[in-house]
């Protein structure tokens, strides 16, 4: 018996950890997203780069279900989480950070990460106080050194810098095993030796874990990411290695000569 067409795309979604086919999304008459296809591997690092309104901000929030396409499909691992809400999404693998800090400042750092950590455990509506051998204590532990937080693990979020806000919210996205991070921006605002850091995290993460990067930092995007894509106009106007990004002078005029910011 002949495989439906449904069931043929699901297959051939089936090995990749994101898998986008036609996805579109329009604000009103405003087309921010236009036929957007991308397939994205297990373990694959790739940075998504473009101007400001190429809609690259608008292709996570798809993903992620925050703002759920007009039109398209969606696979992650092989399912359909197109209509799918964030939390699902979360359940399955997916993790996310954003241009805005969202952490609790009045906490400890160990305490956010933590609190991200048992937020995605079977135990999470537990009233228990935790005690200091849990597993999940231990699990934010570790997490917390693999962002090079551990010297300030019992500082509040409001006495850290900015780039340890920015590295504590990195240990957040990877809380509860993730298999995929959509990470937003996470350079913007950085010094120079904060950015260094930065690169150094994002090179050390578990080879399984895979990552999209929206970075207007093309030098770190480049570092860290093993494929690129090129937005334009909410459209994917060219995919390459780093080295054919960089060199591309259509990529030049677009994205060096646009104004990013």
């Known amino acids: ?3 439906s067409v449904a069931e043929r795309l699901s297959a051939a979604g089936a090995g990749n950890a994101l898998e986008l086919r036609g996805v579109s999304r ?5 087309v921010a997203l236009d036929d957007v296809t991308m ?3 297990p373990g694959e690092r790739r940075a998504v780069l ?4 190429a809609g690259k901000t608008t292709l996570f929030n798809a993903v992620t279900g925050d703002f759920p396409p007009s039109s398209g499909v969606i696979r992650f691992f092989g399912e359909d989480v197109t209509w799918f809400p964030p939390h699902e999404r979360i359940r399955r693998g997916l993790r996310r950070t954003y241009q805005i800090s969202l952490l609790f400042g009045g906490l400890r750092v160990l305490d956010n990460v933590y609190l991200a950590c ?7 509506f537990s009233l228990l106080r935790p005690r ?7 699990s934010a532990i570790d997490l917390v050194e693999a962002v090079h937080l551990t010297g300030v693990r ?5 006495e850290l810098s900015y780039g340890e806000q920015r590295q504590l919210e990195i240990a957040l996205a990877l809380a509860g095993a993730p298999r995929f991070i959509l990470f ?20 050390s993460l578990p080879s399984h874990i895979g990552y999209i990067i929206i970075e207007h930092d093309m030098d770190v995007a480049l570092r860290v990411a093993e494929s690129v894509s090129m937005m334009h106009n909410g459209r994917i106007l060219k995919e390459g290695t780093p080295a054919e990004i960089e060199s591309d002078p259509e990529v030049q005029e677009l994205y060096l000569g646009g104004g990013h910011g």
């Not at 329009?26 to 405003?30: E, P």
């Open 1 to 3: 018996m002949m495989a």
């Open 26 to 30: 329009l604000f009103g008459a405003l």
């Open 39 to 41: 397939s994205v591997r």
């Open 50 to 53: 473009g101007s400001n309104g």
């Open 118 to 124: 048992r937020g995605v455990s079977r135990g999470r």
């Open 132 to 138: 200091r051998n849990e597993g999940l204590m231990q």
């Open 154 to 158: 019992d500082r509040t979020v409001a």
């Open 184 to 203: 937003d921006e996470p350079a913007a605002g950085l010094s120079p030796s904060e950015r260094a850091e930065l690169v150094e995290i994002l090179g």
